[in-house]
């Protein structure tokens, strides 16, 4: 049965609708109760918090704050998961997410990280958005190697637009080769040929 609202209530429900306020219409016995949808500008605002906040380095307790906690997490970095250990596995719920940053500050620093060219898709609550950054290899006796990347982040949000879902399409290759000390020596034959 739905639940009639007065006139005033109508009135806030506009005005709400207009701020992307959560909105409550109440009858004596009952309320309802809906969020409006996420705005591409909110999600524009959360995807370049989230991307700021890597960029910048912060700690984990800082990149999870931009994760849903109303709905299950994944992070996903696509490729072969023998080539680095944060490749190519679902990682899910908030102990997931842990784990994989974890394991991507591990293994990996990096520098001069910018994210450009967004596109958000408002109805689909999705960004993406290719980023750039040097990257350095950090662990075992291939510690060291280094490399230019491009990236693509997509994000799923929640109706908070909070994130759901973190996938990543990166150089997988270099990261490998890097693993591996083979990046610097692959790149000197290369050069070598030209």
């Keep these: 049965m739905a639940a009639i609202m007065k006139r005033g209530q109508f009135q806030r429900c506009l005005s709400s609708c207009r701020t992307g306020l959560t909105v409550t219409a109440q009858q004596p ?32 307790d800082t990149l999870l704050v931009h ?3 109303t709905h299950q997490l994944s992070a996903r970095e696509h490729g072969l998961q023998v080539l680095a250990p944060f490749l190519g596995r ?19 620093t990096y520098e001069n990280m910018t994210f450009d060219e967004w ?6 609550c999705k960004v993406c958005v290719r ?26 949000f929640d ?21 591996t000390g083979q990046l610097n020596d692959m790149r000197e034959t290369s050069e070598k040929k030209d």
């Design 159 to 179: 109706d908070e637009a909070k994130v759901t879902d973190y996938q990543v399409w990166a150089d997988s290759g270099a990261a490998y080769l890097a693993r």
């Design 119 to 124: 596109v958000i898709d408002e109805e689909a």
């Design 29 to 60: 016995s009952r309320s309802i109760s809906w969020t409006m949808p996420t705005t591409r500008k909110q999600l524009h605002a959360s995807a370049s918090a989230l991307c700021n906040d890597f960029a910048a380095k912060a700690p984990l």
């Design 90 to 108: 679902t990682f899910t719920g908030r102990s997931g997410l842990q784990e994989y940053f974890s394991l991507l500050q591990q293994y990996l």
């Design 131 to 156: 980023g750039k950054a040097r990257f350095q290899w950090i662990e075992g006796a291939a510690a060291g190697e280094s490399w230019d990347e491009q990236f693509v982040y997509m994000l799923d």
């Design 67 to 69: 994760f849903s906690t």
